[in-house]
């Protein structure tokens, strides 16, 4: 039997449905489960948490959906070993809650996406991100080749990873440090980082390799016609690029 | 509910009978009413009374040019709005057009366009959010998915870091991103202009648009046979916040009047209105299972009063409102605070007592409205009733008995206008200066011109492919792509335009400009225009040669559209925008198009595809043009030459282009606009610079190819001469040269490097939106 | 120099403190009421000090007329009941915030959040019961700090 992924709608949330398009396209067992379903999620094998503003990001992307009883059965899941995928506001969330990069306590966290830099504000901008870590270290990662290089669009408020130095030499030193944000021909500097992230960070994952919380959207780069010039003269409607990151997913899950 | 008994006489009246001009005027005034003194005599002679209170408030907000449209209606109604692809045309909160067929379903765009000039001015942030929530609930209310937006907006000068313009621009941006963001709709066109006629009236309009199976369109109508069902109200708790919202739309603005204005201030509350649109779409799918009609509507200016006797007048019935049923976030509010009071997030379903409860449960309990706002629910406020009667009532009190129709029915201002001088005489020696040679520098300029430099500084701040379905975003080509029905290969084009330079020469032919303008950026991508809608920004229609502008403009917009072929099918008319001393806005019709592609893989981009393909200038009926032009106000030359369009050209010219496009001719593509054709095709380069590819261009002007001409047409990229040119029979395209691989622009004997042009034209508005 | 410290608060409803309040409720922190305002502390010269609240009254990027009222606190440091929110490290935006208008005599601004919770009496909360909601939602310690 595959297995059953729960794809998360908190108050807010506003990515649900292209998130299970991806899903699905790359044959996943996934259905919506809206927070008047709360109750249900202990049933599901896996959790994908996708973007949006749950609680509308109020006093801090994430800090009020990562108390939401929702996310009682994502940490739940999470210490059990269940597969937890967060993107964007997924991912903010995540954090918020402890559970990436997991160096202390849950709900008690030891990093942020935070404000972006410099001015503060959202930026809707397209990038890649190229994968920073040996691909077997996050089982969500695992099907992708090394230094895997994906297309996605960073649109946040509040992307920047911060954390004391302390955390963020944990972060670098202990292999959570999963993407790192990347120019077209895989290249890293620091105008391919969009929001300043610290390390230029771009998704994290847990000790375990269970957890991965990404801040660009792969799932919005991931037909065909979200990049046109690019896939002139294939079927538009399949996906391609940002996908990627859902087939391994996918696979981690077999 | 019970039906009502008058148990005591009509309260608080607004006393008309008998009084004197003098007495009935000073007292409108102290009560904040903007009815004029026949308007309220008119009320009393129709009532055989003096109006209660809360209905001077009613017919106050019905009969205000914001809800009446009382000046521009009558000229509105000469518009072209009739078509093969017209679904629902004007008349309804949003009008639909037919985008096109898959597997036996009909797919329809629902369109709306709305401004929100005047809370901008006075808080911009939240005015312009307020703009962004509006539409949407008037595309939502359709049964519609929203899908997109798109935002023109006119700010004053923002050169000044510390002005009250820089202030506004930058606000407005940062309102429309938190709102727009929020719901998850991304923004996919839109445009920006800077002027100093725009200092004290900041122009915001918002675009929004919806698809739907057009076999499951709601109407804004009490359905038939719905007499005694109930009036359910959602949303967000009825404050103060926004009483006399119309009202204030209709008063000039100045300093003072922003400060009593306070109370007018509609507070945004996107996180709520994300979760209404996602329990709507909920109730959309409850009523289709059990193929319910229902009636669906939104509140706007005139609040529970306008949006509720609309509705049910509509479907040629009456209403009984309760105004204690009505959920209100603060104590004691009055009960025309309650009835007319525009209170942001909002709507009115219109069901079968038998699914109320169903409807409710979906909203307060599945939903958790309660949970989200403060106050925040579905309630039922009311009934449908066979008398055409609009009554509310609190406690015992009836406080408004009214025919409905006399309160929603067309009233109409005559007003004087003067048919407006063209500007069609050419002045040679000026036409001479621009046409001349001009050193390198000149084009440098015309890129890091405020209204040709690049956007991206501003529309980045905004979620562009939120929805996973953007094709083409802001900023990649000259309309907004996206695929909206998912999983269907069916393509949507969006584009706006308007010019306000022109709009200072001649409001007619600005009006005209616009709509090619708009026909030209959807065709451009590849796709069919297939419906237009509009918003009318203009001065005070009492003063003569502003009112003009206005009527002068709706023609202009209606010979454009006819000859083009499509139709408007909705809009919206925004006046009194003018400053307190008196100086009104650039006449300012500003028009939306819709395009169709019926395979997404077909939609063309601007980004050059090869190095050695031709380049052709395509005219497109209006070259020639350089009135009102960046390259004249570059070289400091004033010339009032707007000439006409010869839309015959226009329509042939569209028409062939569009068949090369069909037949696979055309690599690249962009509309020449602002900056003329030169800064089109260094555009293009720039396009293919963000796909990673370095391209330049080789062009040379002629007597047919003005490199600096603003007059719209197309820069095309063409694989292979011989096959286009077999179109040239009914393409009148120029040849002027060819896309070369080395990153360099070359016009005659200038030469430009292509990374120095870029970093001239993104510089500017970086710094305005740091 | 002086060191001044303004309070500028929404008189619009505030949604995020409504947000806020059913979070901290739902954690069982015993809070009825919240208020959340900016507060600015300024270091101006002292020719310039005595004109800093109009200076800031005048600035529309931190104070619109329409929807906040401003309020120079007595002391620099938070009342009962009441937590700052620090940002650790550097404040992007804090600019932006200011807009472009430098506010004259002003030789530095710090922001912070600052959240005011009244218990079941209406009174301000005691300390243990600030710090917990602090700790438990309002602060982030890997980027903030609190101040009580």
């Known amino acids: 039997m595959s ?8 108050p807010g949330t506003n990515s649900e449905d292209e998130t299970l398009k991806l899903l699905h396209d790359v044959g996943v067992d996934a259905r919506l489960v809206h927070w008047s379903e709360a109750a249900t999620l202990p049933n599901y094998d896996a959790y994908v948490l996708p973007g949006g503003f749950a609680h509308e990001d109020r006093i801090r992307a994430g800090a009020i959906a990562a108390h939401d009883r929702m996310t009682d059965s994502v940490i739940e899941g999470a210490q059990k070993g269940k597969l937890v995928f967060g993107l964007c506001n997924g991912a903010q969330i995540v954090l918020e809650a402890g559970l990436v990069p997991g160096t202390g306590p849950v709900r008690r ?8 830099s410099p001015n503060g504000k959202f930026i809707c901008r397209h990038v890649h991100v190229r994968l920073a870590i040996d691909p077997q270290r996050c089982a969500i990662t695992a099907a992708l080749p090394k230094d895997s290089l994906i297309p996605a669009w960073a649109a946040h408020g509040e992307g920047r990873l911060a954390a004391t130095d302390a955390h963020l030499k944990e972060i670098a030193s202990g292999g959570h440090l999963a993407f790192v944000y990347a120019h077209a021909d895989g290249s890293v500097d620091d105008r391919a980082v969009p929001n300043g992230s610290a390390l230029g960070a771009a998704a994290l994952t847990n000790r375990e390799g269970n957890v991965l919380a990404i801040m660009p959207h792969p799932e919005r780069d991931a037909w065909g016609f979200n990049h046109p010039d690019r896939a002139r003269g294939t079927d538009m409607l399949a996906p391609s690029g940002g996908v990627a990151l859902f087939e391994s997913f996918a696979k981690a899950l077999k | 509910m019970q039906p009502y008994r008058r148990t005591r006489p009509l309260p608080k009246n607004f006393e008309v009978i008998a009084k004197s001009e003098h007495e009935i005027r ?11 003194v026949d308007e309220l005599r008119r009320i009393a002679d129709h009532l055989g009374r003096n109006p209660t209170l809360v209905e001077a408030y009613a017919f106050d907000a019905q009969w205000s040019e914001h809800c009446s449209y009382k000046s521009s209606r009558h000229h509105l109604k000469n518009l072209p709005t009739t078509g ?3 679904v629902v045309g004007p008349g309804e909160d949003a009008g639909i057009v037919h985008l096109g067929e898959w597997k036996g379903e009909r797919y329809g765009v629902v369109v709306a366009h709305e401004s929100h000039n005047h809370p901008s001015q006075v808080v911009p942030f939240e005015g312009a959010a307020t703009g962004v929530g509006g539409i949407v609930r008037d595309v939502l209310c359709m049964g519609a998915q929203v899908v997109a937006i798109a935002d023109p907006l006119r700010f004053g000068r923002v050169e000044d870091a510390d002005s009250h313009q820089r202030y506004i621009a930058t606000s407005v941006v940062d309102g429309i991103a938190a709102y727009g963001n929020a719901i998850g709709v991304p923004n996919i066109a839109g445009d920006v202009y800077f002027d100093g006629q725009f200092d004290n009236n900041c122009l915001v309009n918002v675009v929004a648009l919806g698809v739907i199976n057009e076999s499951e369109i709601i109407h804004s109508a009490a359905p038939p046979g719905s007499e005694g069902w109930d009036i359910v109200l959602v949303g967000k708790a009825t404050d103060a916040s926004g009483f006399g919202g119309a009202a204030f739309s209709s008063l000039a603005l100045d300093a003072q009047d922003a400060e009593a204005n306070k109370s007018a201030v509609q507070v945004p509350d996107p996180f709520l ?9 909920r109730v959309f799918e409850y009523l289709r299972e059990h193929k319910i009609t229902a009636g669906f509507k939104d509140l706007g200016a005139g609040g529970i ?32 605070v309650i009835a007319i009071g525009e209170t942001q997030e909002r709507l009115t379903w219109i069901v079968p007592p038998g699914v109320t409860s169903e409807i409710l449960r979906i909203y307060n309990q599945e939903f958790s409205l309660p949970q989200i706002a403060r106050g925040a629910c579905a309630t039922v406020i009311g009934c449908v009733s066979k008398a055409k009667r609009y009554v509310m009532r609190t406690g015992d009190e009836i406080v408004m008995d009214v025919d409905i129709d006399f309160l929603t029915g067309t009233i109409r201002d005559e007003l004087p206008f003067k048919e407006l001088a063209a500007s069609d005489t050419p002045e040679p020696s000026a036409i001479d200066r621009l046409r001349a040679d001009h050193p390198a520098e000149v084009l440098t300029k015309i890129l890091a011109h405020r209204d040709v430099c690049s956007r991206a500084p501003l529309y980045k701040q905004y979620d562009g492919v939120v929805r996973g379905c953007t094709v083409l975003e802001r900023g990649a080509a000259d309309a907004g792509v996206i695929a909206p029905v998912r999983g269907t290969p069916l393509g949507m084009a969006v584009s706006v335009a308007g010019n306000p ?30 419906g237009l809608t509009d918003c009318l920004n203009f001065g005070n229609p009492k003063k003569e040669d502003q009112y003009s502008e206005l009527v002068a403009a709706v023609d202009g917009l209606g010979r454009g559209a006819r000859a083009l072929g499509v139709p408007f099918v909705s809009g919206n008319v925004s006046l009194y925008n003018e400053a307190a001393a008196g100086n009104a806005i650039p006449a300012s019709p500003i028009v939306a198009c819709i395009g169709a592609l019926a395979d997404i893989s077909n939609v063309i981009t601007p980004a050059f595809k090869g190095s050695g393909y031709a380049l052709y200038y395509v005219d497109a009926g209006a070259n020639h043009n350089n009135g009102g032009s960046v390259l004249a106000e570059v070289l400091g030359i004033q010339l009032s030459y707007l000439p006409p369009i010869d839309f015959d050209v226009a329509a042939a010219q569209l028409t062939a282009l569009r068949a090369a496009m069909d037949a696979g001719l055309i690599r690249a593509c962009k509309a020449v606009g602002n900056g003329g054709a030169v800064s089109t ?21 002629s007597r047919k190819f003005s490199t600096l001409d603003e007059g719209g047409g197309f820069i095309v990229e063409v694989a292979s001469r011989e096959a286009f040119e077999s179109f040239i029979p009914t393409v009148a395209a120029h040849h002027i040269g060819a896309v070369t691989g080395d990153a360099l622009l070359i016009v005659n004997d200038q030469r430009f490097n292509i990374d120095d042009l870029h970093a001239s034209w993104s510089a500017p508005l970086a710094e305005v939106y740091a | 120099m002086k060191t001044s410290a303004l309070a500028i608060r929404l008189k619009i409803p505030d949604n995020e403190a409504f947000t806020a309040l059913g979070a901290l409720q739902r954690l069982e922190i015993g809070v009825t009421r919240l208020e959340r305002a900016d507060v600015w502390v300024f270091q101006a010269e002292d020719a310039h000090a005595g004109a800093l609240l109009s200076a800031v009254r005048r600035n529309e990027t931190l104070f619109n007329p329409n929807k906040h009222e401003l309020a120079e606190l007595e002391a620099n440091r938070p009342r009962a009941g009441e937590v700052w929110i620090e940002e650790l490290g550097e404040d992007p935006g804090l600019r932006a915030r200011l807009g472009g208008k430098m506010i004259p005599g002003v030789r530095s601004a710090k922001r912070y959040v600052a959240w005011r919770l009244f218990g079941s009496d209406n009174a301000a909360v005691d300390p243990a019961t600030a710090r917990a909601a602090a700790e438990a939602l309002l602060c982030n310690p890997a980027i903030e700090r609190a101040i009580l």
Not at chain 2, 26 to 36: D, H, P, Q
Not at chain 2, 309 to 333: H, M, P
Not at chain 2, 685 to 698: L, T
């Open chain 2, 273 to 281: 209105k994300n979760v209404i649109m996602r329990a709507s779409y």
């Open chain 1, 109 to 116: 966290p030891t990093a942020a996406f935070t404000r972006n």
């Open chain 2, 26 to 36: 000073s007292a409108a005034s102290a009560a904040g009413l903007a009815l004029r």
């Open chain 2, 501 to 530: 330079r022109y709009g200072k020469i001649d409001a007619r032919r600005a009006a005209e400009h616009a709509v090619l303008e708009a026909v030209c950026k959807v065709v451009a991508v590849g796709a069919t225009p297939i």
């Open chain 1, 3 to 10: 297995a059953k992924v729960g794809v998360l709608i908190y």
């Open chain 2, 681 to 701: 095709i260094v555009q293009m380069a720039f396009a293919a610079g963000k796909n990673g590819k370095r391209f330049g261009a080789r062009v040379e002007r």
């Open chain 2, 305 to 336: 009063m306008g949006c509720t006797a609309e509705i049910c007048s509509s479907g040629g019935y009456g209403a009984v409102i309760d105004l204690d049923d009505v959920s209100t976030s603060q104590e004691n509010l009055p009960p025309a």
């Open chain 2, 84 to 86: 093969p692809t017209v």
